[in-house]
């Protein structure tokens, strides 16, 4: 999967406009957080799934850089002082320190506005057609809509320094971050050609490592350093907020990824293709320390 990186990068770049505009600073500011390298895990695994499925990488990567699209405008707006205002992101100044609130904030919106542009394009709706391309953006539109990843943020913010259960936050984390995950390889399940039997399969594969990716980054949030992970570290402590590492406490947050990981790994069984390299990257994102 790491061949798709330079792929998912070049193409991201395709979707940005060139030239001189009115709102250059806009476009600058969509640029300036497209750019900061991150690991691109979710367009990777849409791209993964597509072929899993019979279809093709080229085919799939207008949905994958839709899905790259909406979590870095989650990001952004993640970022902001309304948010969890933080000041750094993949170890440089977050979007709203370089270019303002108000224009992070804009840039947030174009973004996911780019996403649905980028899927619903001539060239995407060519490559797969129309009903898969609409059942895909219809998808994406769920995952990270009002019941998915932004209701998510909704739950979190209005926990923030309240006692809750462990419930809570496991339905506020499904959503949080899960859901896109889930979308990115349900997606690549659509466009490739998958059964509905699959979709689903997909869909549990990505509910377990998003979970356990998630659990993962509460624990590296404690036990890792700011030059490690390229953000502030303690964040979640200093905010009181409720986390796995802050309900459950390390040894059971390490069972519960591992459990998490062979939970993905059984998902596979559902793809008659290899699917070695899922069950890789699976135990990877579990093991990984920024």
Do not use: W
Not at 61 to 86: Q, R
Not at 175 to 200: R, S, W
Request: glycine content about 8%.
């Amino acid at each position: 999967m790491k061949n798709y990186i330079n792929e998912i990068e070049a193409a991201l770049q395709r979707y940005l406009p060139e030239g001189e505009y009115a709102e250059q600073n806009l476009i600058d500011a969509v640029r300036y957080s497209l750019d900061l390298k991150g690991k691109r895990v979710r367009p990777s695994l849409t791209l993964a799934f597509a072929e899993l499925c019979g279809g093709t990488a080229q085919a799939a990567m207008p949905f994958a850089c839709a899905v790259e699209m909406v979590h870095t405008y989650s990001l952004i707006h993640d970022d902001l002082p309304c948010m969890d205002n933080d000041d750094f992101r993949r170890g440089k100044p977050s979007n709203h320190k370089v270019y303002g609130e108000d224009i992070a904030l804009l840039a947030g919106d174009a973004l996911q506005s780019m996403a649905y542009t980028t899927m619903l394009s001539a060239e995407a709706v060519a490559a797969v057609g129309g009903e898969r391309a609409a059942r895909a953006a219809c998808i994406l539109a769920e995952k990270s809509g009002l019941l998915g990843m932004v209701g998510g943020q909704a739950i979190d913010l209005s926990i923030e320094q309240k006692q809750v259960g462990i419930e809570l936050v496991q339905t506020m984390e499904e959503k949080k971050t899960a859901c896109l995950i889930e979308a990115a390889c349900m997606m690549g399940c659509v466009v490739g050609g998958g059964t509905d039997e699959q979709v689903k399969a997909a869909e549990q594969y990505a509910h377990s490592i998003g979970l356990a990716f998630q659990i993962v980054d509460d624990i590296l949030d404690v036990t890792s350093t700011a030059e490690e992970l390229g953000k502030p570290i303690g964040s979640d402590m200093e905010n009181e907020k409720n986390t796995f590492m802050s309900l459950l406490g390390l040894d059971r947050c390490r069972a519960l990824v591992k459990l998490l990981t062979a939970q993905a790994i059984e998902a596979l069984a559902a793809f008659d293709g290899d699917t070695a390299e899922l069950a890789e990257f699976a135990e990877k994102l579990a093991n990984r320390k920024k």
